[in-house]
DNA sequence: GTATGATTAAAACGATCGTTTGAATAAGGC
DNA sequence: GCCTTATTCAAACGATCGTTTTAATCATAC
């Protein structure tokens, strides 16, 4: 019989075993930290199959991110969709920051999937400006980042515009410090329990504190009042 | 006559056009990005010089840290140590915030002598876990990090310490995402000024409303009595 | 069985890696 | 002048890099 036993078998094909194998050694050593060799000893398949299946190396940590990304955004969308559908009128700024990052955090706190090792991973290629990353990581987040500052738009109305993006990138950098648990602030606190279940309220509730903080002075008043340090451009 | 013409001349020694090359391409590439090769043409020397002055890559990139790490922390302790001795009590949470963020900031800001290039290098560096990059950071960091979370035990008594711990810890992820620039979200949402004198009052505003949010749900709900974690020293 | 296409295997390619060596040069004390 | 020390230089070391090549093996249809 030809039974559905794909699924069943305990080994994955090897496409699957390299993504697994090179998504851990990518967010251990970095790109050029990690070896062809490396990946193919751990992932326990021949050191020609990864160019066969993905073509180079570059392509292979772009198929990394892609199988994770794409699943991750696309929650993302049915998030805001199915909000945006059931409220007659904009978001609450809770709710829009709940679309974005919990569908994240619900990945970081998964450790049988390898979703919280490719929390890290993303965390640590944000900061890596390399050309070929940076592109198609636009491509990724077009759509999602469009809707979803336009929600925080619609949501915090009394707020400039430019503000409320500052303030985005800034929850971005908390979250992805967060989720990634580079312990930059353990490394010298001592450790810290690191609960997912506590990550999440702790860190909205920080988020939420910090997107609707007091507008700083010279971003309240587009006049000089200071002179000196405030200057605004066209 | 014996001059002192060392400071006069405009090409530095060596060992400083070495680490000031090397600081650059750290910052763009990586430590595994960037080769031997690489730094001593950039910095017009022997490809031998590198292990000669320094030892090693390891060594050298450790010299590079420490050349900009010293400085910085000996600003925040003496930041600190003039604050505490004008305050009689306990210092206001901007006032810690200030002088922990403010010297980095301000190196930040400092685009003619290369501190712009280097915080850009020490936020993509706070994610790469590789163990010998972890040993001397938690060495280069552990006097001014304990005293500024005393100062912000003190300052804020009714806050319990482990959610103060996690929010100095959110708060470096978004201050290190600000100040690298690694623009992950300009990156979709186009560019947006990043004039260094705005920066800092909109940083300072958005730390302050998240380390000052109200407290999350499970967490004062977590320990069988809020006394264990909200107890403060009398 | 045999032919066909997909996948895996072993071996090697040239290039580049961090580091070391030994001679050449520069600088300063006597 | 000479001697000593510090620094720079060109060249090479063995190891490892990503990729390619060619043959062997596998699965499936006829």
Redesign the pocket.
């Known amino acids: 019989m030809s039974a559905p036993q794909t699924e069943q078998t305990n080994t994955p094909?090897?496409?699957t075993r390299i993504l697994d194998a090179s998504e851990w050694l990518f967010a251990e050593h970095g790109?050029?930290g990690?070896?062809?060799?490396?990946?193919?000893t751990r992932a326990?398949?021949?050191?020609?199959?990864?160019?066969?299946?993905f073509?180079?190396?570059?392509?292979?940590f772009q198929a990394v991110f892609h199988r994770r990304l794409s699943e991750l955004n696309r929650q993302r969308l049915e998030a805001i969709n199915r909000m945006e559908a059931e409220s007659g009128g904009p978001l609450k700024p809770s709710q829009v920051l709940d679309g974005f990052f919990g569908p994240a955090l619900e990945m970081a706190a998964d450790t049988e999937h390898g979703g919280r090792i490719f929390m890290r991973l993303l965390g640590r290629t944000y900061t890596e400006p390399a050309e070929f990353i940076r592109n198609f990581m636009a491509v990724e987040y077009a759509e999602v980042v469009g809707r979803y500052s336009a929600a925080l738009y619609a949501a915090l109305p009394d707020v400039p515009k430019a503000e409320i993006a500052w303030r985005l990138h800034f929850m971005m950098g908390a979250v992805s410090y967060a989720i990634s648990g580079i312990d930059a602030l353990a490394l010298v606190t001592g450790q810290f329990d690191d609960d997912p279940a506590q990550l999440k309220p702790r860190l909205t509730a920080f988020l939420l504190g910090g997107l609707r903080a007091p507008l700083p002075e010279s971003a309240s008043s587009s006049a000089p009042a200071d002179a000196t340090t405030t200057r605004r451009q066209k």
């Open positions: 094909d090897t496409a790109f050029d990690t070896s062809m060799r490396m990946i193919t326990a398949v021949n050191l020609a199959s990864v160019n066969y299946h073509g180079s190396k570059e392509a292979l």
